[in-house]
């Protein structure tokens, strides 16, 4: 996703742009697979702002990238043992559905807080200066749009979540419901990120959400028409310095670059380099941001038996998981409209939950293969409580991924992924940035940014090309 935006930029004004992707298709974590014959979402399946005032609004405008997407409202139905709340667009609407499932909590007076934060904070967020401030005027330039945002939310910015939640929030029911949100936009709970990420994550349902038709590789595949040459099943074995260059030594042979961008997470990028300071830099890296997390992903293809106003987008709660400590799951299904993902009669379906990376490591195959059938099972057991339809309907072989699979595939180190989580104690100056140690080497990604998925990784890019090349965008 970083790679191939920042590449889409540079290549709309004009640069000489390579673009080297390991594998046979782009996007990682956010790419689609084939297996069998069948395609399945890798990870991401949401997709979010595509207004004017958002960043992938902005930047397909911008570049001139039409995207083909369906949008969705409800974004996202979650289903508690008793009950399922639909997390709708229109305010309204979704303070109804809040109080209908959640009575005995003050709905209003929390949204009209994560809301006055939230507005404010997004629509700044394309004329913020670059990540983080280099120099005097660059933090000048943070303190003006930070300073019309510290209006809004005046101290409680940086509070923990918890702290102000709680002034509304009294029923452990409703936190939990939160907080599972709060792990896949902030991928922590509300005890440990600050109220300001904490409100950008909860207001997501109500941004304008969509499907990619085509799978999620798709929305990719259009930003790259942009990069004037992309080498896909080429891996990246090591970059040297190489007078005034850099040369990068890959399984195609060796490619010469004035500037490199790279694409890995920050606990890896020292690998393909030979530098002491970069080394240093990710040993203190893989301490500092000890807290990540690794997924555990099912995929699988489905008959269609699904009637059409089922939603796209699920988050199941259950107790919590012994194989992977999550307490929820997040089901997406293909679009019925969709002719890659949903061929045949069936529709593909992408589950995955976070997951501690220690249970995966330093166990034997015959462990590791257990402790797979025994996670999937346990997701499998809870979607057929809470949708029976999944119990009876004809499947495809389900397929099972884990730390190990990422890492495998899309090379993030130790298999983590959905970046570093939004903790209060590093938010924001304390996280890694584009910038790295040696000239002309920086870093995409969701792990060089506060903020993961489409829109983190998207305004990280931006922030990285107005860095690069001032008044290109
Ligand atoms: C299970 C899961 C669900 C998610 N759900 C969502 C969602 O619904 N919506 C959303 O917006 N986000 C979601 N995310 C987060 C989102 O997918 C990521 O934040 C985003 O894809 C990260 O992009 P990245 O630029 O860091 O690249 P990565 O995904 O890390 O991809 C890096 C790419 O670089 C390539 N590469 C690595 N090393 C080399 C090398 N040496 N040579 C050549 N190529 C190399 C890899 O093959 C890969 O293609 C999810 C993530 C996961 C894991």
Redesign the pocket.
Known sequence: ?????TGAMLGHAGRDVLL????D???????TFERSGHSYN???????GLDPALPLGYLSRTLGVPLPVKSLDPSLRVHLPDRTIRLFRDRTQLMDELSRAFPEDDHQGLWRRIFRVSDAAWSMILSLPPFPPKSASELLSFLRPGSSLLMRGGPDLLRSGRSVLSRHVKTSSYRNFLDQILL?TNQATSEEVPFLSGALGLSYPTLDNYTVLGGMEAALEAFARKIPSVSRK????KIERVGGFFRLQ?TRGAFDAQRVIV???VW?VAD?LDDPTLDRQQEERKVRFRHRWG?V?LHFRIRDLFSGDFELHHQIHHDTNPWTGSRSF?L?LSDPEDDRLSAGGFRSV?I?THTSLSPWEGISREIYREQKEQVSRFILESLNRHLPLFRHAEKGEILTGTPRT?AR????TGGT???IPLRREFFPLGYPSALSPLPDLYL?????FPG??????AVGAIGLVRRLEPGLL
């Open positions: 996703m970083g790679g191939v935006l080297l992707e390991a594998m298709y782009l996007g990682g974590c956010s790419g890798a990870g991401a399946t949401t997709f979010v896949i080429t891996l990246v074995q890959t694409n890995r997470d890896g393909l997924a992903t997040f997406s992408t995955s990422f595939y899309t090379r993030r992924v959905g970046g995409v990604g969701d792990s060089t993961q998925g489409w829109p983190g990784v």
